[in-house]
């Protein structure tokens, strides 16, 4: 890929984004050099970077969609959306219920200055440019108040976004935040990257090429279970146990398939408020 978009206002070119590194390793064209090299940097120390994208997406919308066609689901808020690419959410969800309502959230410029390929043209999608650090600004938006019926569940879809907050900003009590927001019945489907099981020099230059992009902070399969705590956790599949699993496994049709290398890259799952 040799060509980059505009330079929409507020985008910093010269600093990568997790957002367009994403949308890059996804074979997207919302991107800038500098999220390129990024990219190059931890692909470099394995092969893996575009499985362990896909399988994230992959779960993004395996999740969603089961929420829609399963539970009938009729609103959802995706936070740290990202950039438009293939299988945006309400597009997913909008084939199993029609007139689902989807809201996304996320803070970089970049997606607002893209948003109009989110949004549905009959009204059941918004677009909001905040930081997940600011539940409140986000819960009380009004684009999200005209979508969202808190007194009826909501699917909320938090997937590769919380290893972006550190500690000392309590990633778990904002989890908990937005999920203590919604009405029981809800569901929430949470992935997040992990450090165990992976080349320690892999996580090393994940880290330093997240270094430029205000940090990355790989977890524990316990810390990132911490994430469902006073919910339901779901089985990935038919047959398990209520767990937290990589997931690649979570609604994958053949289990004994899907746990590739990329998916070990992740830790995650979809859980019931009661």
Not at 8 to 16: A, E, H, I, K
Not at 78 to 84: A, E, K, M, R, Y
Not at 186 to 191: I, M, N, V
Not at 213 to 236: C, H, K, N, T, W
């Amino acid at each position: 890929m040799s060509e980059s978009p505009l330079v929409p206002p507020g985008v910093d070119p010269t600093r990568p984004s997790p957002a367009r590194i994403y949308d890059y390793v996804l074979g997207g064209t919302y991107n800038f050099q500098v999220d390129r090299e990024a990219a190059e940097r931890i692909r470099a120390q394995s092969p893996d970077l575009a499985d362990a994208a896909w399988v994230n997406r992959g779960f993004h919308q395996r999740a969603a969609r089961w929420m829609a066609a399963g539970q009938q689901i009729r609103q959802f808020i995706d936070i740290g959306s990202g950039l438009p690419t293939q299988g945006n959410t309400h597009g997913v969800v909008q084939e199993a219920v029609p007139g689902a309502r989807v809201v996304y959230v996320d803070k970089d410029p970049m997606v607002r200055a893209y948003a109009s390929e989110f949004l549905s043209g009959n009204g059941t999608t918004a677009v909001i440019t905040a930081d997940l650090c600011e539940p409140d600004s986000i819960l009380k938006a009004p684009a999200l108040q005209a979508l969202i019926d808190f007194d009826q569940p909501v699917g909320l879809l938090m997937t590769a976004v919380l290893h972006f907050v550190a500690d000392d900003a309590d990633p778990w009590a904002l989890a908990a935040r937005y999920v203590g927001a919604l009405a029981p019945g809800s569901y929430l489907a949470l992935s997040h990257v992990t450090y165990e099981g992976l080349s320690p020099r892999l996580v090393e230059e994940g880290v330093r090429v997240y270094q430029q992009a205000d940090g990355v902070y790989p977890r524990s399969r316990e810390q990132i279970g911490r994430f469902f705590s006073g919910l339901e956790l779901l089985p990935p599949y038919p047959g398990a146990e209520p767990a937290v699993t990589h997931i690649g496994l979570w609604g994958a049709e053949a289990h004994e398939l899907a746990d590739s290398d990329g998916s070990h890259w992740w830790f995650g799952g979809v859980a019931r408020r009661p």
